[in-house]
C-alpha cells in the first residue's frame, strides 16, 4: 500500500506544550505534505517538503523528512487551542494517498 | 471569490437512487479531485481529473461516474447509490503537476438509507 501512516493515532496535550506527529511510507519518498482538518471542514494544506530537503520551518510548524526511513515527522512548537485538529501526510505521487491522521486534542 | 465550493453540503437518498454532487472552482486549476472520508479509513481517494475531458480511476472507484466538460466542475455521480457509499465526500484542486499543493471543498455529508 502507498497509504501514509501516521502515528500516533491521538495525541492530547496542554496549551503551550509541544505536539509531534509522524508519518511514514512504504514505498519512496517523494514531495511529502501535511494538511490539517478541522472538524467539519475540509483539509488546509500547512507545508510541504521535497525528497531532496530535510527540514523545513513555517511559523510554529517544524517537518523534517527522512527519505531512508521513508519517514517525516510534523513538530508543532507552543501549541494553541485552535491546533485541534486531525494532521494528515500524504507523498504526492501520480496519485494521492491519505493515511487515518493524527487527532490532536490541545487543552486550554 | 469562493475558489472551490461543493453542493450540496448535506445530502439524504435512498438506496438505488442515482445522485451527483457537484464541485466548482473558480481558479482553473488543472487538477480536480474526489475523495471520500470514512471513519477508520482516512480519505480515499475516487476519481480524479488532470484537465478537461481527462479523467481516471483513484482507489476505489465502483459505484461512480465523473465527467469534466469544463475545467471548473467536477462532478461525481453516484448511478445507483448503496448504504455503503454513506459518507462525506471532499472535491479538492490542484495547479499544474499531480505533486501539487491541493485545495479542498469544505465536503458534502451524503446519507444513503
Known amino acids: 500500500s502507498q497509504q501514509g501512516e501516521e502515528d500516533p493515532q491521538a495525541l492530547s496535550i496542554q496549551e503551550g506544550e509541544n505536539a509531534t506527529m509522524n508519518c511514514s511510507y512504504k514505498t519512496s519518498i517523494n514531495n511529502l505534505q501535511w494538511y490539517r482538518q478541522n472538524s467539519g471542514r475540509g483539509l488546509v494544506h500547512l507545508i510541504l517538503?521535497?525528497?531532496?530537503?530535510r527540514e523545513k520551518h513555517s511559523g510554529r510548524l517544524r517537518v523534517t523528512l527522512d527519505t531512508s526511513k521513508k519517514s517525516s515527522s510534523l513538530l508543532i512548537t507552543a501549541s494553541r487551542a485552535a491546533d485541534t485538529a486531525s494532521y494528515f501526510c500524504?507523498?504526492?505521487?501520480?496519485?494521492?494517498?491519505f493515511g487515518t491522521g493524527t487527532s490532536l486534542t490541545v487543552i486550554p | 471569490d469562493a475558489g472551490i465550493t461543493q453542493s450540496p453540503r448535506y445530502k439524504i437518498t435512498e438506496t438505488g437512487r442515482q445522485v451527483t454532487l457537484m464541485c466548482h472552482q473558480t481558479?482553473?486549476?488543472?487538477?480536480m479531485f474526489w475523495y471520500r472520508q470514512d471513519l477508520g479509513h482516512g480519505l480515499r481517494l475516487i476519481y480524479y481529473?488532470?484537465?478537461?475531458?481527462?479523467?481516471d480511476k483513484g482507489e476505489v472507484p465502483d459505484g461512480y461516474v465523473v465527467s469534466r466538460s469544463k475545467t471548473e466542475n467536477f462532478p461525481l455521480t453516484l448511478e445507483s447509490a448503496t448504504r455503503s457509499q454513506t459518507s462525506v465526500y471532499f472535491c479538492?484542486?490542484?495547479?499544474?503537476?499531480?505533486?501539487?499543493?491541493?485545495?479542498f471543498g469544505p465536503g458534502t455529508r451524503l446519507t444513503v438509507l
Open positions: 517538503i521535497r525528497s531532496n530537503e
Open positions: 481529473s488532470a484537465a478537461a475531458d481527462i479523467t
Open positions: 481558479w482553473s486549476h488543472s487538477y
Open positions: 500524504t507523498n504526492t505521487g501520480n496519485q494521492f494517498y
Open positions: 479538492a484542486t490542484g495547479g499544474g503537476a499531480a505533486q501539487d499543493t491541493q485545495y
